[in-house]
């Protein structure tokens, strides 16, 4: 699936993202799709990854070495 596909999803980042634009974004779907969505913000219109909220969860807790 791609990003564009899932719109109008409200995407966030991190507020530590840099002004490069060089991050990960994501959007909570959960009330339409029961997913959390994952983006590349240098490439928006690729794809997206859906995950549910617990392998969101699992996923954050490995990426910030709390697993």
Request: proline letters at 9%; aromatic letters at 8%; a positive charge.
């Amino acid at each position: 699936m791609t990003a564009p596909e899932i719109e109008p999803a409200r995407w966030q980042k991190s507020p530590y993202s840099q002004a490069t634009n060089q991050c990960v974004e994501f959007a909570d779907l959960r009330a339409t799709r029961a997913a959390i969505v994952l983006r590349d913000s240098k490439h928006i219109p690729g794809p997206a990854l859906l995950l549910t909220p617990a392998a969101f969860t699992t996923f954050l807790a490995s990426v910030t070495g709390r697993s």
